[in-house]
Protein backbone atom coordinates (compact mmCIF):
# COMPACT_ATOMS: atom_id res chain seq x y z
CA UNK A 1 0.00 0.00 0.00
CA UNK A 2 2.55 2.31 0.92
CA UNK A 3 4.50 1.93 -2.45
CA UNK A 4 1.33 2.96 -4.36
CA UNK A 5 0.48 6.17 -2.13
CA UNK A 6 4.18 7.10 -2.52
CA UNK A 7 3.40 6.18 -6.61
CA UNK A 8 0.19 8.25 -6.36
CA UNK A 9 1.75 11.47 -4.69
CA UNK A 10 4.91 11.70 -6.50
CA UNK A 11 2.94 11.96 -9.89
CA UNK A 12 0.50 14.61 -8.07
CA UNK A 13 3.83 16.62 -7.37
CA UNK A 14 5.60 16.07 -10.67
CA UNK A 15 2.27 17.44 -12.22
CA UNK A 16 2.20 20.30 -9.78
CA UNK A 17 5.61 20.84 -10.83
CA UNK A 18 4.85 20.68 -14.56
CA UNK A 19 1.80 22.97 -14.36
CA UNK A 20 3.97 25.49 -12.01
CA UNK A 21 6.07 25.83 -15.63
CA UNK A 22 3.19 26.57 -17.68
CA UNK A 23 2.13 30.64 -17.59
CA UNK A 24 -1.21 29.95 -19.45
CA UNK A 25 -2.34 27.88 -16.56
CA UNK A 26 -3.23 30.53 -14.03
CA UNK A 27 -3.03 29.12 -11.07
CA UNK A 28 -0.66 31.09 -8.70
CA UNK A 29 3.20 32.22 -9.14
CA UNK A 30 6.27 30.64 -8.54
CA UNK A 31 9.80 30.50 -9.42
CA UNK A 32 11.08 28.34 -11.45
CA UNK A 33 13.86 27.12 -9.52
CA UNK A 34 10.69 26.10 -6.81
CA UNK A 35 8.70 24.16 -9.79
CA UNK A 36 12.41 22.36 -10.78
CA UNK A 37 12.86 21.47 -7.52
CA UNK A 38 8.97 19.84 -7.49
CA UNK A 39 9.56 18.13 -10.42
CA UNK A 40 12.88 16.93 -9.23
CA UNK A 41 11.36 15.23 -5.63
CA UNK A 42 8.90 13.91 -7.95
CA UNK A 43 10.70 11.95 -9.89
CA UNK A 44 13.08 10.36 -6.64
CA UNK A 45 9.43 9.51 -4.99
CA UNK A 46 8.54 7.88 -8.48
CA UNK A 47 12.19 6.27 -8.41
CA UNK A 48 11.17 4.72 -4.70
CA UNK A 49 8.23 3.34 -5.43
CA UNK A 50 8.79 1.45 -8.71
CA UNK A 51 11.98 -0.09 -7.13
CA UNK A 52 11.92 -4.09 -6.04
CA UNK A 53 13.43 -3.34 -2.35
CA UNK A 54 13.46 1.02 -1.39
CA UNK A 55 13.51 2.85 1.19
CA UNK A 56 9.32 3.79 1.13
CA UNK A 57 9.20 4.89 4.52
CA UNK A 58 12.03 7.16 4.46
CA UNK A 59 10.54 8.09 0.73
CA UNK A 60 7.20 9.14 2.27
CA UNK A 61 9.02 10.77 5.42
CA UNK A 62 11.12 13.32 3.46
CA UNK A 63 8.65 14.06 0.94
CA UNK A 64 5.61 14.75 3.69
CA UNK A 65 7.99 16.70 5.66
CA UNK A 66 8.59 18.54 2.49
CA UNK A 67 5.11 19.13 1.81
CA UNK A 68 4.05 19.36 4.98
CA UNK A 69 6.44 22.22 5.92
CA UNK A 70 5.85 24.28 1.99
CA UNK A 71 2.25 24.47 3.07
CA UNK A 72 2.84 25.38 6.32
CA UNK A 73 5.37 28.18 5.39
CA UNK A 74 2.89 29.41 2.73
CA UNK A 75 0.03 29.54 5.64
CA UNK A 76 1.94 31.59 7.71
CA UNK A 77 2.91 33.91 5.05
CA UNK A 78 6.94 32.98 5.72
CA UNK A 79 7.16 32.24 2.14
CA UNK A 80 6.27 35.03 -0.09
CA UNK A 81 7.42 33.64 -3.03
CA UNK A 82 4.60 31.86 -3.71
CA UNK A 83 1.29 33.13 -4.72
CA UNK A 84 -1.10 30.17 -4.86
CA UNK A 85 -4.92 29.62 -3.97
CA UNK A 86 -5.73 28.34 -0.81
CA UNK A 87 -7.24 24.90 -1.37
CA UNK A 88 -3.45 24.59 -2.72
CA UNK A 89 -1.91 25.14 0.54
CA UNK A 90 -4.36 22.85 1.90
CA UNK A 91 -3.71 20.03 -0.60
CA UNK A 92 -0.46 20.02 -0.13
CA UNK A 93 -0.34 19.68 3.71
CA UNK A 94 -3.14 16.99 3.87
CA UNK A 95 -1.23 14.94 1.28
CA UNK A 96 2.15 15.72 3.21
CA UNK A 97 0.57 14.63 6.25
CA UNK A 98 -0.83 11.82 4.87
CA UNK A 99 2.69 11.03 3.45
CA UNK A 100 4.28 11.64 7.20
CA UNK A 101 1.86 9.22 8.66
CA UNK A 102 2.22 6.24 6.46
CA UNK A 103 5.95 6.68 6.64
CA UNK A 104 5.56 6.47 10.84
CA UNK A 105 3.29 3.29 10.40
CA UNK A 106 4.50 -0.38 10.23
CA UNK A 107 2.10 -0.91 7.90
CA UNK A 108 3.04 -2.97 5.22
CA UNK A 109 5.33 -1.89 2.04
CA UNK A 110 3.72 -3.54 -0.73
Known amino acids: MKKRVLLVISIIIILMGIMALIPSINMGTEPAWHAAA ?33 GLLDVLGLFNMVTVPVWHTIAVI ?8 LGATNMNEA
Open 38 to 70: KIVVGLVGLWVSLQKTGKTKTALLVIGILLAAM
Open 94 to 101: VIGAVAIY
